[in-house]
């Protein structure tokens, strides 16, 4: 290649990740900006009216973790996916099963006491979720079905069917005919911790820890780990590899559900349309950002989501659509992806000694 | 139901299932060289606004077409700049195309949202188009309908009785063997790439210029997507891609019709039944033979030699 030739590293460059991700992140702010530049919007100031907006002060930083805890909890189940080589694109769809669970949940046990009320919805939201995630799992396992194409249309169809809910038998006579639910009992709605943020940063909190203890601490998780780099070996080696995938799905499920329950209950009260905004998207470029640190995972998390909160920003200020999103997650994501590369390749100059 | 009323629902499949139909041949075209691009719905929603914008700008649905499918093309190069250049995982490459090319179109569209346009009309194939049911349902469409019906019979021609076409199926069962038979493989990839991302752009460019005559979001709905489903299905091979895209058409013409005859079944319901026919048809195919038909170095990538 133009005088330098391609030499595979020995050892992963020390830091290279991150530098790799600083100078992907700058490239996909420029096109964006280019973009922004495209239909006569400033340039400089969209940048910087997306990054205060995101980070700039204390209500913006509030917004952004309000935002990337329903991404985390996502990616989680996405990054242990990932790293298993099964590619679970479902976690829009599990989050919308999440949704309807809770507040079938909800709607049927409305009565209850909060105390008891409270762990029911949180248990429906992970089933309804988890059985969103396994069915795919099962396809793929009993009929070799290509998970990236059912998680994807369950995607569709769990959306449609919330829809179909809302709109439908669930909808609440005095709403003027808008497609939602009764707003949720007290007792049914996630109470605030402190400021804005909710009690949902506390179930982050508690599921990373459970999830990072047992990755490291237990014989599953680290066959899960294993398994993911070499299935073959991992079922030369007697390890359940249906199994493994049956849980991951199934886990992944689960804590989308609980990002939905959490998104449902804390911030909207009821369920409605406007609850899909894209998290599960968001959380495959989280996911494949972070490599399955759980730190990193939380870092991106929060970082995605503060491009959102900008975005929604530049919404209001400059009249720039919701999708421009969109672009700077498929720019980041293609650039680190093309970036990544420098991780395990070197170039050198041509005649020189490796 | 008497004839009359299925000619139509039998037309409306075949024009429905035109977009996917060319969205499903250009990936077919593009993993039969080995390289899995799941792009397809952004590259396919890319081709059905750049389309309208061209019409919208020039007033000529041929130039339109031209402009979709580069536009289509040059987002299969960035898979390309991606996956062989830097060696990028295929699928998060794909996965990355689609969200950007989603939001891309959005983002630029917006402004335009509700804008009706011209395009191409129906017209009455001569002689063709007078041969009773059969004329009717398929030989008075527009022109991109009549262009898509010679497309497989020349897809198979070109794999099966062409040097390049054997260039194109090597490179995707073994790069390797490819290489030393005196083909570069990397090349191949690239065209394959460009010509494939051309074809889904000519598919999304349908949904603009004929099947709508307007722009507004996410027009293509998961077409994309299943276009992907459809390469599984056809086990890889363009004759019976005609046959899901077909089928793909007549689910959407018949569940538009009950909308149309205000039928009780919520629209929500209705318009789940291609994501779930989709399943079905994955289901079916695998019954046939797991990922029979696949070129074994899919998803692949060419390392660079030391």
């Given at each position: 290649m133009l005088g330098y030739r391609v030499v595979k590293r020995q050892e992963p460059l020390e830091w290279g990740s991150f530098f790799i991700f600083l100078l992907a992140l700058a490239f996909s702010l420029s096109v964006s900006g280019l973009l922004l530049a495209i239909q006569g919007k400033p340039f400089a100031e969209g940048i910087l009216i997306l990054w205060r907006g995101g980070f700039g002060s204390f209500v913006a930083l509030e917004d952004t973790l309000l935002k990337s805890i329903p991404i985390f909890l996502c990616s989680l189940g996405v990054a242990v996916a990932f790293r298993m080589q099964v590619w679970n694109i479902g976690a829009e769809g599990q989050f919308a099963l999440g949704a309807v669970g809770a507040t079938w949940a909800v709607m049927t046990f409305g009565g209850l006491p909060g105390w008891l009320l409270m762990p029911v919805m949180f248990l429906c939201a992970a089933l309804a979720g988890a059985a969103w995630g396994l069915i795919p799992a099962v396809l793929r396992l009993?009929?070799?079905?290509?998970e990236i194409i059912s998680t994807l249309m369950f995607n569709y169809i769990g959306i449609l069917l919330l829809q179909y809910l809302v709109f439908g038998s669930w909808k609440d006579p005095t709403s003027f005919g808008f497609p939602m639910t009764p707003i949720f009992p007290d007792g049914a709605i996630i109470g605030r911790l402190f400021g804005r943020i909710h009690w949902g940063l506390v179930v982050c909190v508690g599921v990373a820890v459970l999830l990072g203890v047992f990755l490291r601490r237990t014989r599953l998780g680290f066959e899960l780990l294993a398994g993911g780099e070499n299935p073959r070996a991992a079922r030369y080696a007697r390890m359940p590899y249906d199994f493994l995938v049956l849980l991951v799905m199934g886990l992944c499920g689960a804590l989308a559900g609980w990002a939905g329950c959490i998104e449902t209950s804390a911030t909207l009260n009821r369920l409605q349309p406007s609850i899909m905004v894209g998290y599960g998207y968001t959380a495959i470029v989280v996911a494949w950002l972070s490599r399955l640190r759980i730190s990193s995972i939380a870092f991106f998390a929060f970082l995605l989501a503060g491009l959102r909160v900008g975005v929604e920003n530049l919404q209001l200020d400059l009249q720039v659509p919701a999708a421009f999103g969109g672009i700077i997650e498929g720019l980041i994501l293609l650039s680190v992806l093309a970036g990544q590369f420098f991780d395990s390749y070197a170039l050198r100059r041509r005649g020189g000694d490796a | 139901m008497t004839i009359e009323m299925v000619i139509p629902v039998l037309a409306a499949a075949v024009q429905c299932g035109t977009p996917i139909l060319y969205a499903t041949l250009g990936e077919m075209l593009t993993e039969r060289a080995g390289v899995l691009n799941l792009g397809v719905e952004g590259m396919m929603i890319i081709g059905t606004f750049t389309a309208f914008l061209a019409l919208h700008l020039t007033g000529d649905p041929w130039i339109a077409v031209v402009v979709a499918a580069l536009c289509g093309g040059a987002l299969g190069l960035v898979h390309g700049i991606v996956c062989l250049v830097f060696q990028g995982n295929q699928v998060v490459s794909g996965l990355a195309l689609t969200i950007f090319g989603v939001g891309l179109a959005d983002y630029l569209g917006t402004p335009f949202v509700g804008t009706v346009t011209t395009g191409f009309t129906p017209f009455s194939l001569p002689v063709l188009g007078d041969i009773p049911v059969l004329g009717e349902v398929f030989f008075r469409h527009d022109a991109l309908v009549n262009l898509s019906y010679v497309l497989p019979p020349l897809f198979w021609l070109f794999l099966a009785r062409t040097r390049w076409g054997l260039a194109l199926r090597a490179t995707g069962e073994h790069p390797a063997a490819a290489a030393a038979a005196g083909i570069n493989p990397v090349l191949v990839r690239w065209a394959a790439l460009f010509a494939g991302g051309a074809l889904v752009g000519i598919g999304g460019a349908y949904l603009s210029l004929a099947y709508t005559h307007l722009w507004t979001n996410n027009m293509t709905a998961g077409r994309g997507w299943i276009a992907v489903a459809l390469v599984i299905f056809a086990f890889w091979r363009p004759g019976r891609a005609v046959l899901g895209a077909y089928l793909f058409g007549g689910v959407m013409a018949f569940q538009l019709r009950l909308q149309a005859m205000g039928a009780s079944v919520p629209s929500s319901l209705l318009l789940m039944l291609p994501y779930a026919l989709t399943i079905g048809v994955l289901l079916f195919s695998s019954a046939r033979g797991k990922g029979r038909g696949a070129p074994a170095a899919l998803g692949v990538n060419i390392e660079p030699k030391d």
């Open positions: 009993r009929f070799g079905l290509n | -």
